[in-house]
């Protein structure tokens, strides 16, 4: 295969919803899963396919736990380029990168160490004959509920929402260099809140292919999570 496979792995936050509080606490992705720092596993998982190059891990300046966390890895390089919001680490991965235009790159969430390998397969089989790029999804299967706005205590159903052509985006999410450089810019001079790397990319006008994820792939949240997590791993 002659096209060029980068994956990033945006990991400058401090999850702060995952729970543990008191100076000793780890960031989220440093949390042990199976004996292994989470953001290992992650790594771990995009290793799995041999078309990526490299995977790069954008950490923050200070960094103290990284280092150890992917020691030994192959094809793998950690770099303190990230920044306070998600869109600026993937924007600073990047620059600091330098790749080229048309080069591949996947960006995938540290906080997803389940990505099953058959899972990442299907999305670069079919983001490299797609014109824009794509991301693992998966359609949502529950009734979905829309909370009213304010109010004290809990929330009461403001109405139930069709479900009809809805998704729950995962990761990784697959797009070219330049293009992926260009919306974040953009996105970032317009005053956009980007969440996720396809959501710049479809404010360029821009549609994403959406390729069936797993249940696996699930992102590491809520403090429950963790335990969720290791009987899949």
Same mark, same amino acid.
């Given at each position: 295969?002659?096209?060029?496979?980068?994956?990033?792995?945006?990991?400058?936050?401090?999850?702060?919803?995952?729970?543990?509080?008191?100076?000793?606490?780890?960031?989220? /992705?440093?949390?042990?899963?199976?004996?292994?720092?989470?953001?290992?596993?992650?790594?771990?998982?995009?290793?799995?396919?041999?078309?990526?190059? /490299?995977?790069r891990v954008a950490v923050s300046p200070g960094d103290g736990w990284v280092e150890q @966390?992917?020691?030994?890895?192959?094809?793998?390089?950690? =770099?303190?380029?990230?920044?306070?919001?998600?869109?600026?680490?993937?924007?600073?991965?990047?620059?600091?990168? @330098?790749?080229?235009?048309? @080069? %591949?790159?996947?960006?995938?969430?540290?906080? =997803?160490?389940?990505?099953?390998?058959?899972?990442?397969?299907?999305?670069?089989?079919?983001?490299?004959?797609?014109?824009?790029?794509?991301?693992?999804?998966?359609?949502?299967?529950?009734?979905?509920?829309?909370?009213?706005?304010?109010?004290?205590?809990?929330?009461?159903?403001?109405?139930?929402?069709?479900?009809?052509?809805? %998704?729950?985006? /995962?990761?990784? /999410?697959?797009?070219?260099?330049?293009?992926? =450089?260009?919306?974040?810019?953009?996105? =970032?001079?317009?005053?956009?809140?980007?969440?996720?790397?396809?959501?710049?990319?479809?404010?360029?006008?821009?549609?994403?292919?959406?390729?069936?994820?797993?249940?696996?792939?699930?992102?590491?949240? %809520?403090?429950?999570?963790?335990?969720?997590?290791?009987? %899949?791993?």
């Open positions: 295969m002659s096209e060029s496979l980068i994956a990033i792995v945006p990991a400058a936050g401090v999850g702060s919803r995952a729970g543990r509080t008191g100076q000793d606490a780890l960031p989220k /992705q440093y949390r042990p899963l199976g004996g292994l720092p989470m953001l290992r596993r992650a790594v771990l998982a995009l290793l799995a396919d041999a078309r990526i190059a /490299q995977v @966390a992917l020691q030994g890895l192959p094809r793998t390089v950690w =770099r303190p380029c990230g920044g306070p919001t998600r869109a600026d680490t993937v924007a600073g991965a990047l620059a600091d990168a @330098a790749l080229e235009d048309d @080069a %591949w790159v996947l960006v995938h969430d540290a906080a =997803r160490p389940g990505l099953p390998a058959e899972a990442l397969g299907r999305l670069i089989d079919a983001c490299l004959g797609d014109e824009v790029g794509g991301l693992l999804a998966l359609p949502v299967p529950d009734t979905v509920k829309a909370a009213q706005p304010g109010g004290q205590g809990a929330p009461h159903v403001r109405a139930t929402v069709d479900r009809e052509g809805l %998704w729950l985006a /995962q990761t990784p /999410q697959m797009f070219r260099a330049g293009r992926l =450089r260009q919306a974040l810019a953009q996105a =970032r001079e317009r005053g956009l809140a980007v969440t996720d790397e396809a959501s710049a990319i479809e404010a360029q006008g821009l549609a994403p292919r959406l390729v069936t994820g797993s249940a696996r792939n699930f992102k590491v949240t %809520w403090p429950d999570d963790f335990a969720l997590m290791e009987k %899949w791993l």
